[in-house]
C-alpha cells in the first residue's frame, strides 16, 4: 500500500515542487510589499492558469 502511494506521488512530486516554489515567491513577495505580494499572485494564477490549459489541451 505504501509503495502505491509513494508512485501516485512520485507522478505528481514535479507539479508538488511547482506550486511549492510558487507559494514561497509569494509569500517572499508580501514580506516585501503588499503590493508586490499581490501583483506576484496575480502572476502566479495566470502562470498556473497556462500551464493547466497547456497540459489538458490535446497532443497534436
Known amino acids: 500500500m505504501m509503495i502505491k502511494l509513494f508512485q501516485t506521488i512520485w507522478h505528481f512530486i514535479d507539479?508538488?515542487?511547482?506550486?511549492?516554489?510558487?507559494?514561497?515567491?509569494?509569500?517572499?513577495?508580501?514580506?516585501?510589499?503588499?503590493i508586490v505580494g499581490l501583483f506576484s499572485v496575480g502572476v502566479v494564477l495566470i502562470?498556473?492558469?497556462l500551464a493547466t490549459e497547456y497540459l489538458a489541451s490535446p497532443p497534436k
Not at 508538488?16 to 516585501?32: M, R, T
Open 15 to 34: 507539479i508538488i515542487c511547482f506550486l511549492a516554489a510558487f507559494g514561497c515567491i509569494i509569500w517572499g513577495c508580501f514580506l516585501i510589499n503588499l
Open 47 to 49: 502562470l498556473v492558469g
